[in-house]
Every structure is written in structure tokens, then in C-alpha cells.
């Protein structure tokens, strides 16, 4: 089911960009100010992560990380970006696969963009049908499968995979320290 609407018609062009050095306390300031759920992190010209709401939840406040640390410390350093020529129905399926929010918009190497799910229901409002069912129905089923233990969403970098607990948290093998 192809949209005809491209990623890069329904991308933010100026996604909110911090250093790597940035403290979580600036992060959060910058969140708060931009009024953005998520920050790309920078190292020199390079994108090398991202933190997002979900991160200062449950790596920052439920592990009593200070905010004087840096956001490199607890980003996510697994993107899942996708090229602004691609069909939207293409970046939703993708997200549902990858289990994100959030696309980093590349093309040639070079950021352009940022995608999230806000932006692709307010181009094309009749997706949320689609991808609310599509997610309940894997939601469901994460929910069965890790009741057994056997698979879920990692805590760390958001990948679908078994997981296994570790410092409080459900991680992939990948995320295991």
C-alpha cells in the first residue's frame, strides 16, 4: 500500500542536534525548549546516536543516573535511518519492524531530515489504522512470547530479540555489558 507521499515531503529539515559531550541535564533543557521528544547526538560531522524521552525514563530516572553525565553515556548508538525518496508506507513498516519512533532521514551520508510517526499521521492520517492494528497485534504478541521469556523489545537499543535482564533492564545479547 504506497502512499505516493515521499519521506522527504513529511520529515522535520531541522531535526534538534547536541553534541556528544552534552550533559543529560542540557539534553533535557534542549528537549523542553525545542519542544522535541528525541535528540540526535553528534561526534565532530558524524550523527552517532540518539536519546529520546523513553531513554531519560528508564536509563537516567529509574537507574538514578546524575545529569551531569553525558547523553553519550546513555544514547542509543543503533540508527535505523531511511533515504527522503522512500515511499512513507515504507518508512511506517520499517518503524513497526525496527520497533522505533524515530527515522533519521539520510541521504548520500549526510543527515536531511528527521521522520517520526507524528509526522507521517499528519501527512497521512489514515496509516494510524494501519499501524495501531499491525502494533497491537505485535504488542500482544511480545506480550506472550516474553511472559515464556523468549523474545521482546531491548531496553537499550530498542531491537527486537530475545532478551535477558540485566542491571534492571530487558536486553538483547547485542546490549549485554
Do not use: W
Amino acid at each position: 500500500m504506497k502512499t505516493g507521499v515521499s519521506v522527504g515531503d513529511a520529515m522535520t529539515v531541522s531535526p534538534v542536534i547536541v553534541s556528544h559531550t552534552a550533559t543529560l541535564r542540557e539534553c533535557a533543557r534542549m528537549m523542553k525548549r525545542k519542544g522535541v521528544g528525541s535528540l540526535l547526538v553528534k561526534d565532530g560531522k558524524r550523527i552517532v546516536g540518539i536519546v529520546t524521552e523513553k531513554d531519560f525514563v528508564t536509563k537516567v530516572l529509574a537507574a538514578d543516573v546524575k545529569l551531569t553525565v553525558s547523553v553519550s553515556k546513555i544514547m542509543s548508538k543503533r540508527l535505523v535511518s531511511i533515504d527522503p525518496d522512500q515511499d512513507l508506507y515504507d518508512a511506517m513498516m520499517m518503524m513497526r519492524d525496527e520497533g522505533v519512533r524515530r527515522l533519521p532521514v539520510m541521504h548520500q551520508g549526510e543527515l536531511v531530515g528527521m521522520l517520526t510517526a507524528n509526522d507521517m499521521l499528519k501527512i497521512e492520517p489514515q496509516l494510524f489504522d494501519y499501524l495501531f492494528e499491525k502494533t497491537a497485534i505485535r504488542e500482544e504478541e511480545d506480550k506472550l512470547r516474553f511472559k515464556s521469556g523468549i523474545v521482546g523489545l531491548c531496553e537499550s537499543c530498542g531491537r527486537r530479540a530475545k532478551l535477558t535482564a540485566q542491571h534492571g533492564e530487558r536486553v538483547c545479547r547485542l546490549c549485554l555489558d
